[in-house]
């Protein structure tokens, strides 16, 4: 029998697969299984399509498991006879029952992109940037069966640009994710047990789920919280805005430190620079547009096309 130690991996997005990557690489760790969630519908098409964990499993050769849920003591007998001594969990979209959270020797671990207890919930990385926060991180937790309450065994922290963007970050919080789970199975496999921490009652914030119905700007904010939504809803759903009888995805905006006294929402300029608007407090400049049906466009590409916009302002 191996004396490594028998890992089962459980993801779904992109997110999560820097961290399988980790868990492949480990020094004495082996990984048994990959958990990901069932195919779903995908694309204009709606064909079922492969999660990104589940594809970077298949092309590394790992045994895929896709149950519906794992509250079924099929499903739970199953995992049982992986015999994993430590289960990680990144971004996997599935409860986890008591009974699942126990079958492991070591328990569960899960990588979280948040400072916990900051941020718990489905959507992390939006919440911070949205919140104007000055930083955030990841957090390797042992699970237990509250959402994301664990205690907290390492963290890694970064602080948060005034260009980051919700893409941006994500795409480095899972590289952070993925050395801070790097490090805790590294320590475990010499031997080591990892101090947990609990977390603070003190500070306990819900990062709930994205919804499509967020992405209008409601030029009534401030120019700061609007341009943080800008950045925080890219790639996804990405900013919404009515502008000149036209419902325009705004990808690009910044926060001016002019003021104003005109309405909320009036176009005060139109240039290659960008659109200038009013708002509730400052001015918002958008610099990246895009039409219905059109791409991604630099305002000033956008205006040579459509040079009457420059008269309304």
């Known amino acids: ?147 994301d309450t664990g205690p907290v065994l390492l963290t890694r922290r970064t602080p948060i640009a005034d260009d980051d963007t919700g893409g941006g970050l994500h795409d480095r919080l899972a590289a952070l994710g993925a050395a801070v789970l790097g490090e805790g199975l590294a320590r475990t496999v010499r031997g080591e047990t990892l101090a947990a921490h609990p977390q603070p009652e003190a500070g306990v914030t819900y990062a709930h789920k994205l919804d499509k119905g967020e992405a209008a700007l409601d030029f009534g904010d401030s120019a700061a919280a609007l341009a943080r939504k800008v950045r925080a809803f890219d790639p996804w759903p990405v900013a919404e805005a009515a502008l000149a009888g036209e419902r325009l995805r705004v990808w690009a905006a910044t926060a001016l430190p002019d003021r104003t006294d005109a309405a909320p929402g009036t176009l005060l300029g139109a240039g290659r620079d960008g659109l200038d608007l009013a708002t509730g407090d400052g001015i918002l400049r958008i610099t990246r547009i895009q039409r219905a049906g059109g791409r991604p466009l630099p305002v000033a590409d956008f205006l040579n096309a459509h040079p009457e916009l420059r008269s309304r302002a």
């Open 1 to 147: 029998m191996s004396d490594r130690l028998r890992v089962v991996f459980a993801g779904t997005p992109e997110f999560a697969v820097p961290c399988l990557e980790a868990c492949r690489a480990a020094a004495g760790v082996e990984v048994v299984a990959v958990y990901t969630q069932p195919d779903r519908p995908a694309g204009r098409g709606r064909q079922l399509a492969a999660s990104a964990v589940k594809q970077a499993a298949l092309a590394a050769g790992l045994a895929v498991e896709q149950p519906e849920s794992l509250k079924s003591a099929a499903a739970q007998q199953r995992l049982r006879e992986l015999a994993p001594d430590l289960l990680v969990v990144v971004a996997y979209g599935l409860i986890l029952p008591r009974a699942v959270l126990a079958i492991p020797r070591l328990g569960c671990w899960n990588v979280h992109a948040s400072l916990l207890p900051r941020w718990r919930g489905a959507a992390p990385i939006q919440r911070a940037l949205l919140a104007g926060d000055a930083e955030t991180g990841v957090c390797l937790m042992q699970m237990e069966p509250g959402l």
